[in-house]
């Protein structure tokens, strides 16, 4: 009932109805009275945006200027990683560049092992060989001594 008194009040003073007679000052006092806590209550709501907005926009520079630093923190440590990629990648050519020469120097190695490791043989094999004709020749003289005594 009350609400239906208000909307009507307002309708009459919008002048949004079909009565053309004034209110009564006991209905204008409700009316203004009604007003005037509708007024309070918007001001009241109003200033509470306000206060929000403010301590929105005072957060957002907060965030924004934190997340300026944060931004500038980040970057000094992209350069730093960047320059500690380019040093592991450097040394890792140079590691690479040294592995290949050991490499290298470790078959040259292997072809010389393998090449003397031939000498060696064919040295051992001509020892032999002359060790059997010493011992032919010591055994020819033994044999030609044995049968020079003979004689």
Do not use: W
């Amino acid at each position: 009932r009350r609400l239906k008194v208000t909307g009507d009040l307002f309708d009459i003073m919008s002048g949004q109805t079909d009565v053309d007679h004034p209110l009564c000052e006991e209905c204008t006092d409700t009316l203004l009275d009604q007003l005037d806590t509708q007024l309070n209550v918007t001001e009241n709501e109003c200033q509470n945006y306000k206060r929000c907005l403010e301590i929105l926009e005072q957060m957002n520079e907060d965030d924004s200027e934190q997340l300026q630093m944060e931004l500038k923190e980040l970057a000094l440590e992209e350069e730093r990683l960047i320059q500690e990629l380019e040093d592991v990648e450097k040394n890792r050519k140079i590691v690479a560049e040294n592995l290949e020469k050991v490499q290298a120097e470790a078959e040259r190695l292997d072809q010389e092992e393998a090449q003397y490791q031939r000498e060696y043989s064919e040295f051992k094999r001509q020892q032999l060989e002359l060790d059997d004709e010493l011992k032919s020749v010591e055994n020819q003289m033994r044999y030609a001594q044995i049968q020079l005594d003979k004689l």
